[in-house]
């Protein structure tokens, strides 16, 4: 039997459709659906906003293409057996027009799909070696509503990162806090990007922000979401959406640039996308302004009235923080609290 070697980011698709975390998508998409979705944003007579692919380079097809039956490894490890192959392709851009926009063929990540993606396949799953399909940071949906139930979690608001947090995430956990009762902060993990934070360090370091909130009235939970970034702005966002709503959440914010990359897409398109879909996707979407530090009122604020003069105001983003980090450089309290800034230096970030 022919052996594919998946990568990472095809392990995680793969142990999220498993697990039902891309409900009511179960299985990597076949030619049909993978238009339906793209044309429509429908798996079947559902919202469904980004296919998720099973995509093979070049040299891997010319191996596979005669193959009835292929056995998935990771690792070394025997992940599955896969039969009912079938190969296909799709207009790749009409799939960088659909998702990252006009100027798609300018978007790195557009020219990463089409160079990692020669052909696409869909199969059947024969057989799962349940054992091996794990990871250290991959947690069930199934699992987290019997923590959920233990916990008596009714509602739950919801907060995706890829960040280590800093004053304007903590202003956004608390600002769930207060308006929703409890909250799950859910980094993505599985990166592996330079210059971006490691993941355990991800996934400490909102623990240690969680810690700080948690009272008898309220839950805070940190679980990392297993996956990958694919910079696609408003329709992974919504992707982000049905995966709560999976893990049992009842809400989610969606913030400024949401799942964006540089300037591809405008500052609020992903949250007005998902809000203008949140009843389809079965869950509250909490859009609001991005928080700031505001130098007259001397703390972080969204809609404060000194706002409209730029120099009034601080922006508060990751990146900045990264960029001192890599100088060295003193990080003040108004882009991060020092009980988190004190974890970090040179060597939390993968270089
Ligand atoms: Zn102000």
Request: with cysteine; glycine share 4%; charged share 35%.
């Given at each position: 039997m022919q052996k594919y070697n998946l990568n990472q980011n095809q392990f995680s698709d793969l142990i999220n459709l498993e697990n039902k975390v891309f409900l009511p998508l179960k299985?990597?998409?076949d030619e049909g659906e993978f238009k339906k979705i793209l044309y429509?944003?429908?798996?079947k007579s559902n919202f469904f906003p980004f296919p998720i692919f099973f995509g093979i380079k070049f040299n891997s097809y010319k191996k596979?293409?005669?193959?009835?039956a292929i056995k998935f490894t990771y690792k070394t490890k025997d992940i599955a057996i896969a039969n009912k192959i079938n190969f296909y392709t799709i207009d790749k851009n009409i799939f960088g027009k659909k998702?990252?926009?006009?100027?798609?063929?300018?978007?790195p990540y557009f020219q990463k799909f089409k160079k990692e993606n020669y052909i696409f396949l869909s199969f059947k799953l024969?057989?799962?070696?349940k054992k091996n399909?794990?990871?250290?940071y991959f947690l069930s949906p199934k699992k987290f509503s019997q923590i959920k139930k233990k916990k008596k979690i009714k509602s739950l608001s919801s907060f995706h990162t890829?960040?280590?947090?800093h004053a304007a995430h903590q202003w956004i956990h608390e600002y769930l806090i207060k308006n929703y009762k409890n909250l799950l902060i859910q980094p993505l993990v599985g990166?592996?990007?330079?210059?971006e934070y490691r993941d355990n360090t991800i996934i400490n370091l909102n623990k240690i922000a969680a810690s700080a909130y948690r009272n008898q009235k309220n839950k805070i939970l940190v679980v990392p979401f297993f996956s990958y970034p694919r910079y696609g702005g408003p329709k992974e966002a919504a992707l982000h959406a049905i995966v709560r709503k999976n893990f049992g959440c009842t809400q989610f914010w969606v913030g400024r640039?949401?799942?964006?990359?540089?300037?591809?897409?405008?500052?609020y398109a992903s949250s007005k996308y998902c809000k203008k879909n949140q009843k389809k996707i079965g869950l509250q979407i909490v859009a609001k302004e991005e928080p700031y530090y505001c130098k007259i009122c001397k703390e972080i604020n969204n809609?404060?009235?000194?706002?409209?003069?730029?120099?009034?105001i601080v922006l508060i983003s990751g990146h900045k923080i990264r960029k001192l980090i890599k100088k060295k450089s003193f990080i003040p309290k108004y882009l991060m609290s020092k009980t988190i800034s004190k974890k970090l230096n040179r060597s939390s970030l993968i270089n």
């Open positions: 299985n990597f998409v429509k944003e429908k798996f596979l293409k005669n193959a009835k998702v990252y926009g006009a100027r798609y063929f300018k978007n024969k057989k799962v070696f399909l794990n990871h250290r890829r960040n280590v947090p990166q592996y990007k330079r210059t640039d949401h799942a964006g990359y540089k300037n591809f897409f405008r500052k809609n404060c009235k000194h706002l409209k003069i730029k120099k009034n």
